[in-house]
């Protein structure tokens, strides 16, 4: 079999999925940008190792490789040229993702992906993958519904990546899928108590993954998708809602990249092991019927490392078909289930 490749393995996710894989037996060849952290780390894992930028020149580097999980964020700017890369040279394409513009991007390029014979599977880590599956899940107890809403709870700390990621779409405010189009809303533009397992939290909307995700899933043209916030940061977030476009002026930016890279480290080893993660839903149909159901899972991160070399196994395995796909469209609702830690919690009611 060819061997595959994580490009961003010295990121904190990208560490993580390395080191589970050696452990496991797997040598990815490790690659990134920065040789000074990829070389200590492929000697350190018994792997093969390449460095090099995403340029017009990535598709070199990708020679003789089977697949690519790609895990160097922001997403936003390096997510379409290694997806070039890959249907230039014929390489499955994997990334761990949450931004909603990627995973559409990867839609897009779904007929190129078929005429290649690569599959292109973007979110392949904890967003979106419980609650893809859990939306796939629900829609087909109410098979004509028209919303779905998705909420997450649990996350207390998070990576260099995804803070930065966060920090860069944070004066772009919220997004929603209202009448199949995804559309903007202001930060927090809708709050709401969620029944999560361990208790309910209010919840605000965010612009998640899963407003791309879940509508390619499950054609369910209302989308909206909220995260567990505090009473008091959400109060504050509430008030200041209207200053949030200045977070995107450069040098307000600027001196938000500037305290990410030298305070978020991501979670601790405590964390990663015992921390859990909380996923709800519901869909309504236009005569007002629902269905509700929540999981349980690991740690995001945690489960970011065990979704991700699952599915890639399945691509590597010749399991998921050519062109763009979710998780769940690719493996079907069921599939968070095979996951290590992961307890459905509610059944699904109507």
Known sequence: MKPWMIYGASGYTGRLIARAAAARGLRPVLA?????????????????SRVFPLTAETAGHLD?????????GP?????????????????????????????????????????????????????????????????????????LELAFAGMLSVSHGTAATIWENAGRGGRIRRDGKIVRVGVAWK????????GPQLAMTIPWGDVASAYHTTGIPHIEVYAAVPPGPLKVLRAVRRFAPLAGWPPVQAAGRWWIERRVRGPDTEELSRGRTEFWGRVTDAAGRTAEAALETPNGYA????????ILQQVLSGHIPAGFSTPASALGGDFIETIPGVVFRHGLRR
């Open 191 to 198: 709050v709401q108590e969620i029944p999560f397992p361990r």
């Open 75 to 147: 997403f936003r700017a390096t997510a379409a040229p290694m997806m070039e890369a890959c249907l230039a040279v014929g390489v499955h394409y994997l990334d761990i993702t949450g931004e909603i513009d990627v995973i559409e991007s990867a839609a897009e390029r779904h007929d190129r992906a078929l005429a290649a014979g690569i599959a292109l599977l973007p979110a392949v880590g904890m967003d979106v993958v419980p609650s893809d599956c859990l939306a796939a899940r629900l829609a087909a107890a109410v098979p004509h519904a028209i919303k």
């Open 64 to 72: 003789g490789m089977a697949a690519v999980l790609h895990c160097a």
């Open 32 to 48: 990134g940008r920065n040789e000074a952290k990829i070389e200590p780390l492929a000697a350190e894992l018994g792997c093969d």
């Open 303 to 310: 489960l970011t490392v065990e979704t991700s070399l699952a």
